[in-house]
């Protein structure tokens, strides 16, 4: 399919600007089924705007967050507070949060995680040897 550049109005500013064949190929191939309704810099200004609406890569992250969320558990104590299951439940996320971040940067361990580290593995050796 051959595209052809198409002179378009800016619903915003009402300049016109041009939908180039390269961007309509391009949004074909991302299978965008809106035409662009705004100019570039309308749109560009939308962007720096910040307004939440274009922010690709934040839903991939919050997927991410809630995947590590539901490998988590947390038991309810009977008689506890709401309160203080939640502080419970983020206590535990963090710690995870940490547990894997030694895991990924074993080239950079904190001194003071270095020294806990140590700690645990040389209580693990006492304990294999019984005493
Ligand atoms: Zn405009």
Same mark, same amino acid.
């Given at each position: ?26 949004? %074909? ?14 749109? %560009? ?24 969320? +539901? ?6 104590? @009977?008689?506890?507070? &709401?309160? +203080?299951?939640?502080?419970?439940? &983020? ?21 003071? @995680? ?18």
């Amino acid at each position: 399919m051959s595209f052809e550049d198409r002179s378009m109005q800016c619903s915003n500013c009402g300049a016109a600007f041009t939908f180039s064949a390269k961007d309509q190929e391009y949004f %074909q191939s991302k299978s965008y089924t809106n035409e662009p309704k705004r100019c570039p810099e309308c749109r %560009q200004a939308r962007k720096s705007e910040g307004n939440g609406r274009s922010s690709y890569g934040a839903p991939r992250q919050s997927l991410l967050g809630h995947a590590r969320f +539901s490998s988590l558990e947390v038991r309810v104590n @009977e008689g506890e507070s &709401q309160e +203080s299951l939640l502080r419970r439940f &983020q206590r535990m996320v963090q710690m995870s949060g940490v547990l894997r971040e030694v895991k990924a940067n074993r080239h950079f361990v904190p001194k003071s @995680e270095a020294a806990r580290i140590k700690s645990k593995k040389n209580a693990q050796r006492r304990r294999r040897q019984g005493n």
